[in-house]
């Protein structure tokens, strides 16, 4: 398998019949609560945001959530592989007494903006401007706002918190407290160790990665950054990019992503710092098969 300059073993096998994908059935109508469809505005970043808000029947002083979804370009649902968790748990969380808004991330289903030139910082910004549409809705508690964040979400969740005394509470599954760089090092490292690459092998390209990017959050323009990523690559000898697996293509489409500004902002970010900020209660929960957040 070819890939960004990169080539890669594949292994098929034959099998007698293909897995059962078990699925939290999809809720179906009627609902025993409100459901609402709308837009709210996000006026710092001149964008709209679509979503969908369900509310407990006719009560009043009702605590809510918004729900964050992880890295990637996510619907309100955060469908996945024909799986809506989102969904699934803002019905039941309003089966249980909450409020839920879900929205569609910039750029996707009813949303504006442009996602490739987004940050993890502005998409804190959309949520709270989401808490702001949350706090003028006469049915809901304003002192009683919180986030439910998945993965990168549960580092926006903080990042906003951070911000602003409005966030009430933190849910955080499978959220990144250490540093962005440290969490898709220990990514790589589960992957490579699962292709049975030797210890060796493994610690060189770890080795690799942290110089690769300390270069690229450095705080110099990206033209300087590029410059300096390609110099630590002309060190390399030939051997180590053979066990690297890591050609000129390869380097070259590397250097391209992480310099756009998702993965500037994210990998300069200080988690740490940012949770040390964060005053509300917060509740992390992680999943312990999980191979993109070591739990």
């Known amino acids: 398998f070819r890939q960004r300059g990169g080539v890669f073993l594949v292994v098929s096998n034959c099998a007698d019949s293909l897995s059962e994908l078990l699925r939290t059935p999809e809720p179906k109508?009627?609902?025993?609560?409100?459901?609402?469809?709308?837009?709210?505005?996000?006026?710092?970043?001149?964008?709209?945001?679509?979503?969908?808000?369900?509310?407990?029947g006719s009560k009043t002083n009702i605590p809510a959530v918004i729900l964050v979804s992880g890295s990637g370009q996510q619907d309100r649902n955060e469908e996945n592989a024909k799986h809506k968790p989102f969904w699934i748990i803002a019905d039941h969380l309003t089966r249980n007494g909450l409020a839920v808004l879900r929205v569609d991330d910039r750029g996707i289903g009813g949303s504006t903006g442009i996602f490739s030139q987004s940050t993890t910082g502005d998409f804190a910004e959309d949520v709270l401007a989401g808490i702001a549409y949350l706090q003028s809705r006469q049915e809901i508690n304003p002192e009683k706002i919180g986030i439910i964040g998945h993965s990168e979400g549960g580092t926006i969740a903080a990042l906003a918190a951070s911000k602003s005394t409005d966030v009430a509470f933190i849910v955080s599954m499978a959220g990144t407290f250490t540093n962005f760089e440290d969490v898709v090092i220990d990514q790589i490292m589960n992957q490579l160790k699962q292709q049975g690459k030797t210890d060796e092998d493994i610690e060189l390209e770890r080795k690799w990665r942290k110089q690769f990017y300390s270069l690229a959050k450095a705080g110099t323009d990206s033209a300087s950054a590029a410059k300096n990523l390609w110099e630590i690559y002309n060190q390399l000898t030939e051997d180590e990019i053979a066990r690297l697996n890591w050609p000129k293509g390869r380097h070259d489409a590397q250097i391209r992503q992480v310099l756009n500004p998702w993965w500037r902002y994210i990998l300069a970010m200080d988690n740490k710092t940012i949770l040390n900020n964060v005053k509300c209660p917060v509740l992390a929960i992680y999943g312990e098969l999980d191979q993109q957040v070591n739990p």
């Not at 609402?36 to 709209?48: D, F, H, S, W």
């Open 29 to 56: 109508k009627p609902y025993p609560y409100i459901e609402e469809n709308l837009v709210l505005e996000n006026r710092k970043a001149g964008i709209t945001l679509a979503g969908t808000l369900t509310l407990p």
